[in-house]
Nanobody
Framework: QLQLVESGGGLVQPGGSLKLSCSTTGFGLDYYSVGWFRQAPGKEREGVSCINSSSENINYADSVKGRFTVSRDPAKNTVYLQMNSLNVEDTGVYYC??????????WGLGPNEYEYWGQGTQVTVSS
């Protein structure tokens, strides 16, 4: 059973940056595609970014393109989401998810692509 743990959330002012991490206990992430999702209060969960196991396929939601960067470090068994130029609309609980069969293809930002989910980390952008 793959268990995912997110970290790095917090309170940041508009225009600021945060770097989220997604790591595992037990099994490694080497053969999994990983997606990042967020959910704001009263809104549906939306896909933010994904990266496949080889880092060859990477996708971003239009709302974060040019501001967010996803990457993975196999040596540390961790996937990162670097978030820059944050605005209040980026506020929400951020989740990472993983699946061995997802390819981060055209449906890679859909939550149904992923079987394993972390508990989430809160990101609040406020002045």
């Amino acid at each position: 059973q793959l268990q995912l743990v997110e970290s790095g959330g917090g309170l940041v002012q508009p225009g600021g940056s945060l770097k989220l991490s997604c790591s595992t206990t037990g099994f490694g992430l080497d053969y999994y595609s990983v997606g990042w999702f967020r959910q704001a209060p009263g809104k549906e969960r939306e896909g933010v970014s994904c990266i496949n196991s080889s880092s060859e396929n990477i996708n971003y939601a239009d709302s974060v393109k040019g501001r967010f960067t996803v990457s993975r470090d196999p040596a540390k068994n961790t996937v990162y989401l670097q978030m820059n130029s944050l605005n209040v609309e980026d506020t929400g609980v951020y989740y990472c998810a993983a699946d061995p069969f997802s390819t981060c293809g055209p449906w890679g930002l859909g939550p149904n692509e992923y079987e394993y989910w972390g508990q989430g980390t809160q990101v609040t952008v406020s002045s």
